[in-house]
């Protein structure tokens, strides 16, 4: 599976932006699907995931109530909608996809595949 995610930039505190991220080779559908960020001079963090194994969403408190992951099955995208956006929110996005165990769900280790990561800056 090869993912392309786009619809990073530049935008004002309490602003929204919407990422994507395309597959290519494979169906998002039997996959676990998310968002992982990584901020300068930090580690990569968990963001968001849908699994497929329970359909169920999770978040990292950080961002609960403000981002929204959702599935695009007949396009075959995963986006994530961000809403009030926190200068703490600038970082490089990537999406990933993998069959991780639902306690690994929030781990890089569980995804096996990873896109290229996508700038957002959230700056006055």
């Known amino acids: 599976v090869q993912l392309q995610a786009s619809g990073g930039g530049l935008v004002q505190p309490g602003g929204s932006l919407a990422l994507s991220c395309a597959a290519s080779g494979r169906t998002f559908s039997s996959y676990s699907v998310g968002w992982f960020r990584q901020a300068p001079g930090k580690e990569r963090e968990f963001v968001t995931a849908?699994?497929?194994?329970?359909?169920?969403?999770y978040y990292d408190d950080s961002v609960k109530g403000r981002f929204t992951i959702s599935r695009d099955k007949a396009k075959n995208t995963v986006n994530l909608q961000m809403n009030n956006l926190k200068p703490e929110d600038t970082a490089v996005y990537y999406c990933v996809a993998g069959r991780p165990i639902i306690p690994n769900i929030r781990r890089p280790r569980g995804y096996g595949y990873w896109g290229q990561g996508t700038q957002v800056t959230v700056s006055s």
């Open positions: 849908s699994a497929v194994q329970n359909m169920h969403t």
